[in-house]
């Protein structure tokens, strides 16, 4: 089974290159699954309810998030009813919302996903090694094929949660960083491990803004207006392709397409 895993959506330039880019990468690939972190799809900062009705019209299965999801208010209204919407499974509890749910693919197979935020150089919040164990027991009740996204900034954290996963989860996959890394693998224990898959959104710019205006702000320090690039507008992730049984990871393909 193929699963296309999509970097973090950026603003409407990455809810297009979405819409136009998904359908022909399923259709090549014979993708049957589509996990999308959508953290930064309403302007570059947080989600709506709207923008993710949208995504999932566009293709998308399941959304992941992270730091940013609490961004826009309105998002609290879907976060309770929607399990394919997920936050970050390691805030306190009380939160609302899922931190992991089991979604059926287009042909009935159960897909585990799990969401989760880091804590180095990230705001403070519950441990995500404990909180990736807890979300695994209850998800191995229905499914061996688990996918979890660990949303931080230290590729040491990243890669350290892939070795503790290993075995256990199919795919271990970073977000937040927006650049794509190169170090995709198989771990031992057949657990695919990758510490960033991009960002889907204009590429030629500044992890997603204008370049001018954050060059600004570093030589000045003072506070600068971000917005959104328009340019070279590509979408970033990764194929995994995995065992529908065991849950263990057969390989893991980076993917570029130009919108």
């Known amino acids: 089974m ?7 959506i950026v603003g409407s330039p990455g809810r297009q290159a979405v819409k136009a880019l998904v359908p022909k990468i399923k259709k090549e690939e014979g993708v049957e699954f589509v996990v999308a972190n959508a ?19 566009y293709g998308a299965d399941v959304l992941t998030s992270g730091d940013h999801i609490w961004k826009k208010k309105e998002v609290e209204e879907i976060l309770d009813r929607e399990p394919r919407l997920l936050r970050p499974a390691n805030y306190p509890k009380g939160a609302p919302g899922f931190g992991g749910s089991v979604t059926k693919s287009k042909s009935g197979i159960d897909v ?24 695994i027991e209850k998800l191995k009740q229905k499914t061996n094929i688990i996918l979890v996204d660990m949303h931080a900034e230290a590729t040491s954290e990243k890669i350290a949660m892939g070795w503790y996963l290993d075995g256990d989860v199919s795919l271990v ?4 960083t927006h650049v794509q890394t190169a170090d995709e693998r198989i771990l031992p224990k057949h657990t695919a491990y990758i510490s960033d898959i991009g960002m889907t959104g204009p590429f030629d710019s500044v992890i997603g803004r204008r370049t001018e205006q954050i060059i600004q702000r570093f030589l000045t320090q003072l ?8 340019e070279n507008v590509q979408l970033h992730g990764v194929i ?18 130009k919108l």
């Open 39 to 57: 953290e930064n799809a309403a302007g570059g900062s947080g989600i709506t309810p709207d923008i993710a009705e949208e995504l999932f019209g």
């Open 2 to 8: 193929k699963i296309l895993v999509i970097g973090d």
């Open 223 to 230: 506070p600068v207006r971000f917005e959104m690039a328009t």
């Open 240 to 257: 995994l392709d995995v065992d529908e049984k065991t849950g263990q990871a057969i390989s893991l393909k980076r993917v570029q397409k």
């Open 112 to 135: 585990g996903v799990i969401c989760l935020v880091g804590r180095v150089f990230m705001a403070a919040v519950d441990c995500p090694f404990r909180a990736a164990r807890e979300e």
């Open 173 to 176: 996959f970073g977000t937040h």
